[in-house]
């Protein structure tokens, strides 16, 4: 017995990759239980914290060879209030307004990072090679990870964990869609990854393909900049008058011979630009996924079980993979669910229920007829799933004015595109927000 109770009380070796917003929640959590926890490692690829926050002017690869990891915009501005943005525990300065510009952002992670003393426990200019699974069988099958890493100056080093949180965020791999005839495109291509700001496309006709979230602002951001916009996309014509010099088109079928775009509704147009706001793939050059029962497509990994976790290997946690979400409440609730496993305080189904539970959620949604691009948008459904995880976990649920402030400034968006981050809020109590008087106006 007091082998077995030595055993329990061995603290868990746990690594992090990443220290971006999901990299810092997690070592954040992990400091917080020593009791359980060895303090976390931490390997980040560049010099900084941040993750996609920090912003990069330049394009293309850092010194060492690798690609530039954030896709962040000079003039960004964050598209929900820091009221619902903010991590529960952990409120940004109450003087700033609402809706941030980046730089606010990347200051409050690294506020996060000195308050919780995570700095010391982070390894920068680390590049995580390999994260693999060593099985070993004694009473049963035993997992712990080996992690191989190399510094500045490419030494390698392999450490041995109990657990890996992949923390590497999925937006730092462009997705460049398939459109018949791109090489016969004559102007520049380039995606919204490697853009930064609009100057450059000043008096320049542009076709940005896609609506989302980046293709929408930076469409507004390069007409107020006097290029003339013609934005490409697949979804409803969206309800809400777009500025001067900015028009709305079908999909590109394809680029025809001269080098003209040619639209799904047959309609022709030349452009010096072809601006691709098509999103990103999710990449883990570092993971072996058929290895650990996983398939990595291009906008899908199957099958994780709470969208979190391998079946074949839980002490595996992928965070923040689902889209349409509240970041950084979404990460909070993901991380302590995924310690509360680790702490043995969640008994986690077979193997095989696991795997049926994952695999079940991706049928339902083929069902109603979710595309592939679109199996892991959680939108609505992120509020069941957070409270799931938080009853399952025994945390503290998110309170519920997140979810209905979250969803105000989403009716706002559909409304206001290009004014609704004039309006700021407050937080009265954990169900209740109310409008404050402006202070600053776009």
Excluded at 89 to 101: C, R, T
Excluded at 169 to 196: N, T
Excluded at 298 to 305: A, D, G, I, N, Q
Excluded at 383 to 395: D, E, K, N, P, S
Aim: with cysteine.
């Amino acid at each position: 017995m007091s082998s077995d109770r030595t055993v329990r009380m061995q603290q868990l070796r746990v690594a992090v990759v990443g220290a971006g917003a999901a990299g810092l929640c997690a070592a954040r959590h992990i400091l917080s239980r020593p009791d359980t926890f060895a303090p976390p490692i931490v390997y980040e690829l560049t010099e900084h914290v941040g993750g996609t926050w920090f912003y990069e002017e330049r394009t293309g690869s850092y010194d060492n060879g690798l690609p530039i990891h954030s896709s962040m915009y000079r003039d960004l501005r964050t598209n929900l209030p820091k009221e619902v943005m903010m991590f529960p525990d952990f409120p940004f300065d109450p003087q700033l307004p609402s809706f941030l510009p980046h730089q606010e952002v990347q200051k409050y992670l690294e506020r996060y990072c000195q308050s919780h003393c995570i700095t010391p426990h982070i390894r920068f200019s680390a590049v995580v090679d390999e994260v693999s699974p060593v099985v070993t069988e004694g009473k049963g099958p035993m997992t712990t990870w080996e992690v191989t890493s190399r510094d500045k100056s490419g030494s390698q080093n392999t450490e041995t964990f109990d657990s890996v949180f992949i923390c590497s965020g999925h937006y730092s791999d462009p997705h460049i869609p398939s459109i018949p005839g791109l090489e016969r495109f004559k102007g520049k291509v380039i995606h919204s990854h490697s853009y930064r700001h609009p100057e450059p496309f000043s008096g320049q006709s542009v076709v940005v393909l896609g609506a989302g979230a980046s293709g929408l602002d930076i469409s507004l951001e390069l007409g107020r900049s006097n290029a003339q916009v013609t934005l490409s996309h697949g979804k409803p014509t969206l309800p809400f008058p777009l500025p001067y010099g900015v028009h709305q088109a079908t999909p590109v079928e394809e680029i025809q011979e001269d080098g003209s775009l040619r639209f799904q509704d047959g309609s022709i147009t030349q452009a010096q630009v072809l601006l691709l706001c098509t999103g990103y793939n999710f990449s883990y050059p570092f993971l072996e996924p058929a290895r650990l029962g996983l398939k990595v497509q291009e906008h899908l990994v199957t099958p994780l079980y709470r969208f979190l976790m391998p079946p074949a290997f839980p002490s595996l946690f992928i965070i923040g993979i689902c889209k349409i979400i509240c970041p950084f409440p979404h990460f909070h609730c993901q991380v302590q669910f995924a310690l509360a496993v680790l702490e043995g305080s969640v008994a986690l189904p077979s193997l095989a229920e696991m795997e049926e539970e994952a695999q079940g959620e991706m049928a339902r949604k083929v069902e109603r007829g979710v595309q592939l691009r679109h199996m892991l948008k959680m939108d609505k459904e992120q509020w069941g799933y957070a409270q799931t995880l938080a009853q399952t976990g025994r945390f503290a649920p998110l309170p519920p004015v997140t979810q209905s402030l979250y969803e105000e400034v989403w009716r706002q968006r559909q409304v206001h595109p290009q004014n609704y981050r004039q309006v700021n809020y407050r937080l009265v109590s954990d169900t209740q927000w109310e409008e404050q008087e402006l202070h600053a106006v776009e």
